[in-house]
């Protein structure tokens, strides 16, 4: 029972190169979401797609590409790193849009750094 | 202005302390409170949901939602160690047009000293 599973777990990037966050649910969930969390900022929505093949943007979109081609994984791509993409990235997935007994369950996080 | 302020502590109590936790927020729209505790190093677990205003309590947890004063809290009774995280507010409006999207808080760092 895996549940939401980020990969990697930790990276240390140079500024400018590229590279994915790699987001797995095993839950059969339709909607998943990127935040991004920095000290003082709480968390804030990155990207987030409704069901498979489809994306939207959302509270901070710049800088970041997202892909959802299976539905059970969610892909976050940083084309050309900058040190202000320094912080802990959280994926999180939930069945619906509805709260009630359906939250949205979250990974461990991804601790990436940019040099 | 944040749409969702809290305040990010930290707090330290000793155990078995009440515990209040607070939130305000600038959007009349939202209907949708929730109340996330993460454990360091650790994603958000869901604590609380609410559905626009009153009470709802759940073991030693209670949460109240304000719409009038746009203000949410979060009371811990009989805190214990284990209670010792970061407990983030959320809030959402409509999700059946808002891909269930969540807006939180910056977070309250608790610590809860034997």
């Known amino acids: 029972n895996a549940g939401v599973t980020q990969t990697p777990k930790f990276r240390v990037l140079k500024t400018g190169q590229s590279m994915t966050l790699l987001c797995a649910q095993d839950m059969n969930h339709e909607y998943m979401y990127w935040y991004r969390q920095d000290p003082g900022m709480g968390l804030r929505l990155i990207h987030y797609?409704?069901?498979?093949?489809?994306?939207a943007k959302g509270e901070v979109p710049d800088g970041y590409n997202v892909s959802r081609l299976k539905k059970q994984n969610f892909l976050l791509g940083l084309e050309s790193a900058a040190p202000s993409q320094t912080s802990v990235y959280f994926c999180?997935?939930?069945?619906?849009?509805?709260?009630?007994?359906?939250?949205?369950?979250f990974g461990d996080g991804t601790r990436l750094s940019i040099l | 202005q944040k749409e969702v302020e809290q305040d990010p502590g930290p707090l330290s109590v000793p155990e078995g302390a009440i515990v209040s936790l607070n939130c305000t927020y600038s959007n009349s729209a939202f209907q949708y409170f929730m109340w996330y505790r993460q454990y360091s190093r650790k994603g958000p677990e869901l604590l609380m949901y609410?559905?626009?205003?009153g009470n709802k309590e759940d073991g030693r947890f209670t949460a109240q939602v304000d719409k009038s004063s746009k203000y949410i809290s979060l009371f811990i009774r009989d805190s214990q160690p284990s209670d010792s995280a970061t407990y983030l507010c959320?809030?959402?409006?409509?999700?059946?047009?808002?891909?269930?999207?969540?807006?939180f808080g910056q977070g309250t760092e608790l610590s809860v000293k034997p």
């Open positions: 609410t559905y626009s205003s």
């Open positions: 999180a997935s939930s069945y619906s849009r509805g709260f009630s007994n359906q939250p949205q369950h």
């Open positions: 797609s409704v069901g498979e093949g489809t994306t």
């Open positions: 959320a809030m959402s409006q409509d999700p059946y047009n808002q891909g269930g999207k969540l807006i």
